[in-house]
T-cell receptor, first 111, second 115 residues
């Protein structure tokens, strides 16, 4: 079954610094991968997705992710963190007719 | 603006009560899902439904059931609430044909506390 792994439940980043959230996937077929963001007291919102069209995917709010098959990774980055990026981020993979989510990264932005 | 609406934002119930969590979507989506979200565990799928009156067990169905009598509504039922079901419950929906491009649309969640 397809699955994703996110390491480091809490990630602290200084305002203006690089945001890097790691996601590694396990899939027996070419994967469909997603990143979602959850702001406090809200549901999940789609940030970006990989559907095999391009390995570098750009999403909303300046985020992007690169699909690397050799590393089975789909890491999320943003060059310069903003206070409004404080949220929880989830990586997900599609398989068996559903999305399977990672455990999430809680991002704290330090002024 | 398309929406998935969960009927309650916060809910407090007593142990042993039968609890209904309601979810309604206005996007004519075929697929609907119930997840629970716990700190450190991410989102875990409880049940999902491909169509009216159809349901499939997810990864943690024990202690839950679901009902889908109309396309737009998907209900999660806790037959006899227990304290270990205290959690955030998230409903989502997706288009069968376009879900790989548009992903899922989530509701804002219901935070259930069982005392």
């Amino acid at each position: 079954a397809q699955s994703v792994t996110q390491l480091g439940s809490h990630v602290s980043v200084s305002e203006g610094a690089l945001v890097l959230l790691r996601c590694n996937y396990s899939s027996s077929v070419p994967p469909y991968l997603f990143w979602y963001v959850q702001y406090p007291n809200q549901g999940l919102q789609l940030l970006l997705k990989y559907t095999s069209a391009a390995t570098l995917v750009k999403g909303i709010n300046g985020f992007e992710a690169e699909f690397k098959k050799s590393e089975t990774s789909f890491h999320l980055t943003k060059p310069s963190a903003h206070m409004s990026d404080a949220a929880e981020y989830f990586c997900a993979v599609y398989g068996n007719n559903r999305l399977a989510f990672g455990k999430g990264n809680q991002v704290v932005v330090i002024p | 603006d398309v929406k998935v609406t969960q009927s309650s934002r916060y809910l407090v119930k007593r142990t042993g009560e039968k609890v209904f969590l309601e979810c309604v979507q206005d996007m004519d989506h075929e697929n609907m899902f119930w997840y629970r979200q716990d700190p450190g565990l991410g989102l875990r799928l409880i049940y999902f439904s491909y169509d009216v009156k159809m349901k499939e067990k997810g990864d943690i169905p024990e202690g839950y059931s679901v009902s889908r009598e109309k396309k737009e509504r998907f209900s999660l039922i806790l037959e006899s609430a227990s304290t270990n079901q205290t959690s955030m419950y998230l409903c989502a929906s997706s288009s069968r044909m376009r879900q790989l491009f548009y992903g899922y649309t989530f509701g804002s969640g219901t935070r259930l506390t069982v005392v």
